[in-house]
């Protein structure tokens, strides 16, 4: 890694860009509630909260078969094309992932109902 310029010349030290993060099996242990996230973009500092308490939120399924059911497409296209103004790539990505996710479940509770039990 070579030094970044995206801090100030000022700075006593060495200003490394981060791109892998290593922990040891303790470290999880003892910060199992541990959240890391990008604060805008690449170019931005990264978040690490300790002891972060997240909502339990279920996690989103694909079901393998939709791609081969009439409308999938047509969905998928529709919640990805939605535009978000002043948004970085990171919270573009994630805004269209979420909202695609949504929108695929919704469609798919209207045109199959529940397929588990």
Sequence with gaps: MGASTLGPTNVVGRLERLDHVLATAAWLDTFNNHYLSCLSSDHAPLSLRLNAMLWAKPQFRFESFWPSL?????????????????????????????????????????SLGSVRS
């Design 70 to 110: 009439e409308g999938f497409a047509d969905v998928v296209a529709s919640a990805w094309s939605v535009r978000l103004h002043n948004a970085d790539v990171c919270r573009l990505l994630d805004f269209k992932l979420c909202n695609t996710a949504k929108a695929l479940l919704a469609w798919s509770a209207k």
